[in-house]
């Protein structure tokens, strides 16, 4: 694995840090030596994600909250700042991604949830971390989006609306907080398992990805500390797919032409 040795002592807010992908990227700040701060909307699963730290000899701080609501935002950065100082690094990856409704089952109420956990809670923490990181002349704020902000989900209509915000803001955001010498990414994640799908349905998935496997939530982890650390530090306004080659294909491998099954095998390439 890569080490970036300039995220040592850094202070590294991470979202939704609970479980998951938000937990992978956690744990592998903390490897790297900066000092993370573990929110998640659950209190035991911050505390959880911050004690496995702890135990592995990381630095991290537990600081739940819900992101789309802005007193909980304050108090997640207040907190932080008290204990550990500013956030110098702040990785958005809270969000909702269900339920799954078609647009025919969905109301407001249902919209108006994954618009305030998923985009609004972007807007807010962003909003939040922006200050202090131009009065300190630096910072790196990482956005979260899916394939369904330039593609799309079967019943999933509230969620890409929000990925598409969500690269949208990440766009506008880095034209704003530029010349404050603040740098503004995000990280595209594809099919991740992040609940423990079974073998037959990581199987089916994975025939349907180029590189022919199911993303683990530590395959996000490499491209997070890259666009955190100053080897990317000339790149800004971007979104950084990290899917296998999902969005590089025309159509899945069960409808293609060609598909894998019918590819050479290795006895062939001899």
Not at 36 to 55: G, K, L, Y
Not at 203 to 214: D, H
């Amino acid at each position: 694995m890569s080490s970036y040795q300039d995220l040592e002592n850094k202070v590294v807010l991470v979202t939704g840090a609970g479980s998951g992908i938000g937990q992978a990227i956690a744990l592998r700040f903390a490897e790297q030596g900066a000092q993370v701060a573990v929110n998640d909307v659950e209190p035991t699963a911050a505390s959880a994600t911050a004690e496995q730290i702890s135990q592995s000899g990381g630095s991290a701080l537990p600081t739940p909250g819900d992101v789309s609501n802005s007193e909980d935002v304050d108090s997640i950065f207040a907190s932080t700042e008290a204990a550990i100082g500013h956030v110098e690094i702040l990785v958005n990856n809270a969000g909702l991604v269900g339920p799954m409704l078609h647009f025919f089952e969905a109301d407001e109420a249902w919209w108006r949830k994954i618009i305030d956990v998923n985009l609004t809670g972007h807007f807010l923490c962003a909003h939040r971390a922006a200050r202090p990181m131009a009065q300190a002349g630096s910072g790196v704020i990482i956005n979260m989006s899916s394939g369904g902000a330039t593609r799309a989900h079967r019943a999933f209509t509230a969620y890409d609306a929000t990925k598409g915000g969500i690269e949208a803001f990440t766009r506008a955001l880095a034209l704003d907080l530029g010349p404050y010498g603040i740098r503004v990414n995000a990280l595209m994640p594809g099919s991740i398992d992040t609940s423990g799908l079974d073998a037959d349905q990581r199987t089916l998935r994975g025939e349907n990805i180029p590189m022919g496997r199911i993303g683990e939530p530590h395959d996000m982890t490499g491209p997070a500390l890259f666009l955190a650390s100053e080897a990317s530090g000339y790149i800004t306004g971007d979104v950084i797919k990290v899917d296998g080659g999902m969005l590089a294909q025309q159509r899945s491998a069960t409808v293609d032409i060609k598909p894998p099954s019918d590819f050479p095998d290795m006895d062939d390439l001899t």
